[in-house]
């Protein structure tokens, strides 16, 4: 199979997978979900998953770090929960 048509079709693929990712995540927008925070990144949001493995980042206090919470995320960027 030619190295384009490998490529094409990995692109299509990856979009796919996107797509799916970021329509998992809006279903949870608006609802309670708990999240267990892993790390402050750089931008200062917390960062984690949901019970549902979706990635989640939210603005809280460093003791949420290495706790489950319960968040309520506002909207859904790029496959991720924003709360």
Same mark, same amino acid.
């Given at each position: 199979?030619?190295?384009?048509?490998?490529?094409?079709? !990995?692109?299509?693929?990856? $979009?796919?997978?996107?797509? %799916?990712?970021?329509?998992?995540?809006?279903? #949870? &927008? *608006? +609802?309670? /979900?708990?999240?267990?925070?892993?790390?402050?990144?750089?931008?200062?949001? !917390?960062?984690?998953?949901? $019970?549902?493995?979706?990635? %989640?980042?939210?603005?809280?206090?460093?003791? #949420? &770090? *290495? +706790?489950? /919470?319960?968040?309520?995320?506002?909207?859904?960027?790029?496959?991720?929960?924003?709360?």
């Amino acid at each position: 199979m030619p190295d384009k048509v490998k490529r094409a079709r !990995l692109e299509r693929m990856l $979009g796919v997978g996107e797509e %799916l990712a970021q329509a998992a995540a809006q279903r #949870w &927008v *608006g +609802r309670e /979900v708990d999240a267990l925070f892993e790390q402050r990144e750089r931008d200062g949001l !917390l960062s984690g998953w949901t $019970g549902q493995y979706i990635r %989640l980042r939210a603005r809280g206090p460093e003791e #949420w &770090v *290495g +706790r489950v /919470v319960r968040v309520t995320p506002r909207e859904a960027q790029g496959g991720e929960l924003i709360a």
